[in-house]
């Protein structure tokens, strides 16, 4: 089984940035295409960034598109997301997982992200 620990979320300013990193413990990180997701309250949790396992392929969801990018090392066992231009609408708890659908790790405790107006 493979622990997730997701960190780099805070207070920001409408505009502002922040860098989200996930630590995965175990061998098989590498393996596994990986996701960013979020969770803002009283909605459902979403996908908001993917990642292949050799980064060859990308995707954004459109809310996010143009302003967030995700990479990940694998010698690190990490992965990355580095959010700019931040709007009060991207306020959710973040949280890494596996990104291809097939299945899930037991969730992180997440990171807070809060976008100030």
């Known amino acids: 089984q493979v622990q997730l620990v997701e960190s780099g979320g805070g207070l920001v300013q409408t505009g502002g940035s922040l860098r989200l990193i996930c630590t995965a413990s175990g061998r098989t990180f590498s393996s596994y295409a990986m996701g960013w997701f979020r969770q803002a309250p009283g909605k459902e949790r979403e996908l908001v960034a993917q990642?292949?396992?050799?980064?060859?392929?990308?995707y954004y969801a459109d809310s996010v598109k143009g302003r967030f990018t995700i990479s990940r090392n694998n010698a690190k066992n990490t992965v990355y997301l580095q959010m700019n231009s931040l709007k009060p609408e991207d306020t959710a708890v973040y949280y890494c997982n596996r990104g291809d659908f097939l299945g899930y790790w037991d969730w992180g405790q997440g990171t807070q992200v809060t976008v100030s107006s």
């Open positions: 990642i292949t396992w050799n980064s060859d392929i990308i």
